[in-house]
């Protein structure tokens, strides 16, 4: 079967959003193969990226996911694409509550972008969205899960059969960051080794354990914290009641991160839970060494000795003696350990082989 048509279904384009990046880059990919790639997002939003060649969206004007029914439907049925897929768990239940009502008969993918049991811990309606998970993401034809452990976790707790998972990692643009990362970097480096850690101040990235563990490192170490967020504000007091406020950078969301990233020594990751942390895979590709704790979703599945380690969570200072430690130095050869797992091609070419696994046929 030709793939002609398809839709990728995200909340936001919103740059800073791993979700986003990965959408983008295939829509890049596949648009460059002829295919005609709609990209359907909620709304209107600050700090859109532009679109690849040959890709156009498509804004359902609605502030949240809840209000777009009606919308998406109508959509769905003018368009009448070859697949379908959404990312991100909200998306992914009202995706298939549509379904039914699509006439054209596409196919479905759901793209989990998180470890689903962690993330409903904290949720309102948790027991609600369990059952929604079970039920509706037996509608879709394909679940996609960026790790094994990701798709372990919806086998065990959501009852996807594991007949309709397929494990695809993130793909990064190697070349494109590298470009990027030629930028101006105007913070200046004070300390002999600077860790690098970006995210939204949420108390999923646990930014204050980073804190931590530079309190175990010494006065060779610097740590720049990259974002934004609600909880900003309680990491910049943890970090002067630990004395540390003059060894912690604040640096608010930029447009271009790469340069920030490209002047680190070291990557830092924290998070209690994770899908596939890109930023985390983007140093990787800028050659940074990565450290972190081994509940980051998919990273145990790309890192190793040669490019960094993980260890338990909630272990800060196993990690900060692993990165004093450490005898990896950034460069080519920590990108190349993911460079041909993780390449644009091989990642799209993946998808696109999950498509075409599938036959179009009439909605049921």
């Known amino acids: 079967m030709k793939i002609t048509k398809v839709c990728l279904f995200i909340p936001t384009l919103r740059q800073g959003g791993g979700a986003a990046r990965v959408i983008l880059n295939l829509a890049s990919q596949m648009a460059n193969q002829g295919i005609v790639v709609t990209i359907i997002v909620l709304g209107n939003d600050y700090n859109e990226p532009a679109l690849p060649k040959g890709v156009v969206i498509e804004r359902l004007n609605v502030s949240r996911a809840l209000f777009c029914f009606f919308r998406l439907r109508k959509l769905l049925n003018r368009l009448e694409p070859d697949f379908v897929m959404s990312t991100m768990g909200h998306l992914n239940i009202v995706l298939a509550i549509v379904k039914p009502f699509v006439k054209s008969g596409p196919k479905y993918i759901a793209r989990e972008s998180n470890t689903v049991s962690k993330r409903l811990l904290d949720q309102r309606f948790r027991r609600l969205l369990t059952l929604m998970y079970k039920f509706l993401y037996k509608k879709f034809d394909i679940v996609i899960a960026q790790s094994k452990l990701m798709a372990d976790d ?189 390449s644009m091609d091989l990642i799209c070419q993946e998808y696109l082989n999950t498509f075409l696994s599938l036959e179009k046929t009439e909605s049921d």
């Open 154 to 342: 919806l086998v065990a707790n959501f009852s996807v059969l594991p007949d309709m998972l397929r494990v695809i990692g993130n793909p990064v643009d190697f070349r494109k960051i590298k470009e990027l990362s030629n930028g101006y970097n105007i913070i200046e480096k004070r300390a002999k080794y600077r860790i690098i850690t970006v995210g939204r101040h949420v108390s999923q990235k646990r930014f204050d354990l980073a804190i931590e563990i530079l309190g175990f490192l010494g006065s060779d170490y610097e740590l720049v914290i990259l974002g934004d967020g609600p909880l900003k504000n309680n990491n910049i007091d943890f970090a002067k009641r630990k004395n540390l406020d003059d060894k912690v950078v604040f640096v608010p969301f930029q447009m271009n991160p790469f340069p920030l990233i490209s002047s680190g020594d070291y990557y830092l990751i924290t998070s209690e839970f994770e899908g596939l942390p890109n930023a985390a895979l983007e140093a990787l590709g800028l050659g940074l060494p990565v450290f972190g704790f081994n509940t980051s979703g998919g990273l145990p599945d790309y890192i190793d000795k040669n490019n960094g380690c993980l260890v338990d969570f909630g272990d800060v200072n196993g990690l900060a003696q692993a990165i004093r430690e450490s005898n990896l130095i950034k460069g080519e050869n920590i990108c190349n350990t993911i460079k041909e797992q993780l």
